[in-house]
C-alpha cells in the first residue's frame, strides 16, 4: 500500500531531493487514510503526490479554534489538514480533508482547512477537497486544478492565490445560507484572482458565487454550468458597499437554473468575449510557462513553439474544435507554412 507505510513522516530525517514523487501503491480493496497533518516546507521544491484514487485522503479534525501547543487558538492558517509551502508542488488522484463538523450559520472560530497552497506553480489533477467552512485556502501564488471535486459550505474556496479552475465540481452543502468563494486581492497591481472554466456547481442551502473579501476581489464563472443553489443576485459585497467599485466579478456563457445574469446584483459584469479571453486560457496563470505537459489540454506530449500555443489558446477559446483535432490541425498548418515557404 503507502511505499511509507502510509506516514509522510517515516522518513522525516531525511531530506527530500528534487522531483520526489510518493506513491500510494494500487490495492483496489482499500480506501487508504493518512490520518495525519502534514506540512510541506519551503525547501522541499518538487515534491509530488500521487494517489491511486481521489478517495485515498489525508484527513484531520481540527478547526481554527481548537487549542494548539502553544496555548492558543490554531486560527485558519494553521488549521490545514495539508500545508504546501514549496514551487513545483502536484497532487494526482489523491483526497485531503478535514472532517471537522459543518459549523451553525454565523459561528465563529470554526474555519476548518484542508488544504492550503501558500506556494508558486502548484497543480492539482483529479483531486478531492473536502471540508465545510473554509475547505481550501488558496492562499498566494499560481495554482491549476484540473477534474477536482472540492466541496464545503461558507468560503470554500478562498485567499489571494491567482488560480485556473479547470472543468472542476463545487458541491455546497448546508442547510442555510453560504459562499462559494472569497478571493483577497487588495490592490488593483495585484496579479491574483480565480477563474472558473468549464466547471460545474450543485448542492444544497443558498449561495453567493463569492464575497468581497478583498477590496479587489475577482472572480470569473465560463462555460460553467450553476445549479439552482445559486442566489439571483450572485455576489456579496462583504458588508461593504464601497467593493462594489473595485471588485471584479464576472461571468460568460454560463447555464443552468443558476446561471440567469438578469437577477445579478448590478456591479457584476456578464462578459464579452473579448473581456472573457483572459479568464478562460492557461496564460491566465502563465501556465504554459510552467505545467507539466500531462497537466496541459491537449494531454499530450507535444513540443508547441509560442505561435501554436497562442494558436491553440485560441481555437480552444471560440470551442471550434476538441483540443487533440485542435493541435492536429495547427501542426498540419505548421507543415503547410513550411511547404509555401520553400517554393
Avoid at 489523491?94 to 472532517?99: A, E, M, S
Avoid at 506556494?119 to 498566494?140: E, P, S, V
Avoid at 456547481?201 to 443553489?229: C, E, N, P, Q
Avoid at 476538441?322 to 501542426?331: A, E, H, N, R
Amino acid at each position: 500500500m503507502g511505499s511509507f507505510n502510509h506516514s509522510f513522516f517515516q522518513k522525516a530525517d531525511n531530506k527530500f531531493e528534487p522531483c520526489l514523487a510518493i506513491k500510494v501503491h494500487k490495492n483496489p480493496n482499500l480506501e487508504i487514510l493518512f490520518q495525519e497533518k502534514v506540512n510541506i516546507p519551503v525547501d522541499m521544491a518538487y515534491v509530488t503526490l500521487v494517489g491511486e484514487s481521489r478517495q485515498d485522503h489525508y484527513r484531520m479534525g481540527r478547526h481554527s479554534g481548537r487549542i494548539g501547543k502553544d496555548g492558543k487558538p490554531l486560527g485558519t492558517y494553521a488549521s490545514a489538514t495539508v500545508a504546501v509551502n514549496s514551487p513545483y508542488f502536484i497532487a494526482k488522484k489523491i483526497g485531503f480533508k478535514n472532517k471537522a463538523p459543518s459549523p451553525p450559520s454565523g459561528a465563529e472560530g470554526k474555519q476548518a482547512v484542508a488544504l492550503r497552497i501558500t506556494a508558486d506553480m502548484a497543480a492539482f489533477i483529479h483531486c478531492n477537497f473536502i471540508g465545510a467552512q473554509d475547505t481550501l485556502y488558496d492562499h498566494i501564488g499560481r495554482h491549476y486544478f484540473k477534474c477536482c471535486y472540492i466541496q464545503g459550505s461558507v468560503d470554500f474556496i478562498f485567499g489571494n492565490g491567482l488560480s485556473y479552475y479547470d472543468n472542476c465540481h463545487l458541491h455546497a452543502k448546508t442547510d442555510s445560507i453560504g459562499a462559494l468563494t472569497a478571493q483577497k486581492r487588495e490592490s488593483p497591481l495585484e496579479k491574483t484572482g480565480f477563474s472558473f472554466v468549464n466547471c460545474k456547481v450543485t448542492g444544497s442551502g443558498v449561495h453567493y458565487l463569492g464575497r468581497a473579501w478583498g477590496t479587489f476581489s475577482r472572480v470569473v464563472f465560463a462555460y460553467t454550468y450553476m445549479d439552482k443553489i445559486i442566489t439571483s443576485g450572485g455576489w456579496c459585497n462583504w458588508g461593504d458597499k464601497s467593493r462594489e467599485k473595485t471588485v471584479f466579478y464576472g461571468q460568460y456563457k454560463c447555464m443552468g437554473p443558476g446561471a440567469d445574469f438578469e437577477g445579478r446584483v448590478s456591479w457584476s459584469r456578464e462578459l464579452t468575449l473579448q473581456e472573457a479571453k483572459p479568464f478562460i486560457s492557461l496564460n491566465f496563470i502563465d501556465g504554459y510557462d510552467w505545467l507539466p505537459e500531462f497537466c496541459l489540454p491537449l494531454s499530450l506530449s507535444l513540443s508547441l513553439s509560442n505561435t501554436e500555443s497562442t494558436l491553440i489558446s485560441s481555437f480552444r477559446i471560440n470551442k471550434m474544435v476538441s483540443p487533440k483535432l485542435c493541435y492536429i490541425m495547427i501542426k498540419m498548418c505548421s507543415v503547410l507554412c513550411v511547404k509555401c515557404s520553400l517554393v
